[in-house]
């Protein structure tokens, strides 16, 4: 059973940074695009940076600038650096995997962690 897993979120002021984690465990034949979204509450969740397979990154435009997402692959981890943070950041962030390679029926054509809370103080 693949799991993807966050960790890193907290509290800090704005203008502050935080580094994301996302650990990929269980299927080593899966392999995934990764990326990162956010929800905030009473809305709706959204797009905020992904790494493909190639290593090419896109960013959401509220985040441009300021994110910056990376991969480990010998450590099946995903980053996402987050500087000069905003109270609009604040949000639960969730990390997503997409599929590119692998068996659909056993690694899920995508898979989505738990969530990790940030939270921006003004």
């Known amino acids: 059973q693949v799991q993807l897993v966050e960790s890193g979120g907290g509290s800090v002021q704005a203008g502050g940074s935080l580094r994301l984690s996302c650990v990929v465990s269980?299927?080593?034949?899966?392999?995934?695009?990764m990326s990162w979204y956010r929800q905030a509450p009473g809305k709706e969740r959204e797009f905020v940076s992904g790494?493909?397979?190639?290593?090419?990154?896109r960013y959401a435009d509220s985040v441009k600038g300021r994110f910056t997402i990376s991969q480990d692959n010998a450590k099946n981890t995903v980053y996402l650096q987050m500087n000069t943070l905003k109270p609009e950041d604040t949000a639960m962030y969730y990390c997503k995997g997409d599929l590119f390679s692998g068996v659909v029926h056993l690694c899920g054509r995508d898979r989505w962690g738990q969530g990790t809370q940030v939270t921006v103080s003004s």
């Open positions: 790494i493909a397979s190639d290593g090419s990154t």
């Open positions: 269980g299927v080593n034949y899966c392999r995934y695009d």
